[in-house]
């Protein structure tokens, strides 16, 4: 059985939709749970309908696409959806695919509820079609608004033998009366065999007063599209995606965002996909159906930008996308708002320096500070090599105490940074010297064995690498 039954209060502010969810073969047999209603957020509506496996939500998927307001859809119906009806007939490869269409939702020009129905066949009609239309007054693609409506309709003596009972002003009516008047549409028999009668699966939607769509235009929308600011909207589910931001690396950039998804233990085809990252090399995304923009990558919350030359310059946008296969709008929404990223330089020749190394008691009789001392800088990272020679430690204890002033100022101050230092002696031995970091009037590093003894030594020398973060 697949029934559509709508609600419409008016002073209340709200239609209310519920359907079956049961798909099933013409004997009776049911053959799996589907959704029927789809909600469309961004036009304030759903759409429902019974008849054939998936018109809902094709449907649903192409009155999204070519409308942006509820009244547009309900205005162009009876041009638009002859066409839909004849792709989707096309498409499925069904020989008759009849159904009646329910759009409900928000009419902004007379700030009202309403819902409306209608009837989608081809020219060839199937037996049980005209069978179920025959003594209608109503021809094909012409819309009907309802009040309180079903499909299949009981009759009054049905209702009343049920205890159903409407008055004359539906606004008194509880949204359960749609449950109570499915109880009796399942009793129907009609032309299903009573194996059938108890598949009943039900959806209830109610759509209320919402916001429209709002008109941007160019400065609202670049700012809206700002890397601090702004939020998409997912065109047919309430999922948004926000806050992306570029993170620079060698030959590559890293992507992140935040999402919300209110239907993550919803309906399975409202939930969350993925979210696409496109990127172009100058910050214009381009029009939809002319993008410039390519696909890189695509996550849930981060993605990755990978194998890209030093000093590479992308702009980013993000849409997400729901497994019913919705997009939703860009982030940033601006087509040349995007998110700037941009590789990591890889430091480039090695910059030579001359430490100076003392002990922190005491004083070192003589030292070779070596000729392969050298610095890079990555991104925020200093790497550095040192090697200096003892030949004559005197009364040096302690710790080893070096600075550099060619080297850039360490993060944090005065606060010490801890760095471990690989260090190979000049004989081939191999030990590890704990570091620590501090901005003494510049770069200053103190040296003890990885056990906190004293490294000096007459006669030691080592090859240290190190690396620290630079303010």
């Known amino acids: 059985m697949s029934v559509v039954n709508c609600l419409v209060q008016p002073r209340a502010g709200v239609v209310h939709v519920m359907t079956d969810g049961a798909a099933y073969l013409l004997s009776g047999i049911l053959t799996s749970i589907e959704q029927k209603c789809f909600a469309l957020p961004t036009l304030s509506a759903a759409v429902a309908s019974t008849g054939a496996y998936g018109i809902s939500l094709h449907f649903a998927a192409e009155i999204g696409r070519l409308f942006s307001t509820f009244d547009d859809a309900v205005e162009n119906a009876p041009e638009i959806m002859p066409v839909l009806y004849r ?7 069904r020989e008759f695919s009849e159904s009646q269409l329910f759009f409900a939702g928000w009419l902004q020009k007379e700030d009202r509820p309403a819902a409306f129905a209608m009837l989608c066949t081809g020219d060839e009609k199937s ?27 009981p009759t009054a003596e049905e209702c009343a033998a049920a205890g159903l009972f409407f008055g004359d002003d539906v606004e008194k009516l509880s949204p359960t009366t749609l449950l109570h008047l499915m109880e009796i549409q399942r009793r129907r028999l009609g032309g299903m065999a009573r194996s059938a009668r108890n598949h009943l699966f039900g959806h209830v939607g109610a759509a209320g007063r919402s916001e429209p769509r709002a008109t941007r235009d160019a400065g609202e929308e670049a700012a809206q599209g700002s890397a601090e600011s ?35 233990r919803g309906i399975e085809q409202c939930r969350l996909d993925a979210v696409e990252l496109w990127a172009a090399t100058t910050n214009d995304r381009g029009p939809d159906d002319a993008l ?48 700037v990223g941009t590789t990591q330089a890889d430091g480039g020749a090695w910059t030579p320096f001359t430490p100076i190394i003392t002990s922190s008691l005491g004083a070192l009789g003589s030292i070779i500070v070596g000729s392969d001392n050298r610095f890079k800088v990555i991104g925020k990272t200093c790497l550095f090599r040192i090697t200096p020679f003892i030949t004559d430690n005197g009364t040096g204890s302690g710790q080893l105490v070096i600075t550099a002033s060619a080297l850039p100022i360490p993060a944090g101050g005065t606060s010490p940074g801890y760095v471990l230092i690989g260090a190979r002696g000049l004989a081939g031995s191999y030990t590890s010297l704990l570091g620590i970091v501090v901005n003494n009037s510049g770069f200053q590093l103190t040296l003890v064995k990885y056990d906190g003894t004293y490294p000096g030594a007459t006669g030691a020398g080592y090859v240290m690498d190190g690396s620290y973060e630079v303010a």
Request: net charge negative; hydrophobic share 40%.
């Open 230 to 264: 702004g939020r998409a909207i997912m065109a047919d589910s309430n999922i948004t995606v926000s806050n992306l931001a570029a993170s620079s690396g060698i030959g590559h950039i890293l992507l992140n965002w935040s999402f919300d998804d209110p239907n993550a």
């Open 292 to 339: 410039l923009a390519t696909k890189i990558d695509e996550g849930r919350d981060k993605a990755a930008h990978m194998a890209l030359t030093q000093g590479a310059i992308f702009y980013y946008w993000i849409r997400p996308r729901n497994k019913a296969r919705f997009y939703g709008e860009w982030y940033p929404l601006s087509p040349t708002g995007g998110v």
């Open 127 to 153: 037996e049980r079609w005209q069978s179920l239309t025959a003594g209608l007054d109503w021809a094909p693609f012409t819309l009907r608004e309802l009040d309180c409506a079903g499909s299949p309709a």
């Open 87 to 93: 792709n989707f007939e096309a498409t499925s490869g």
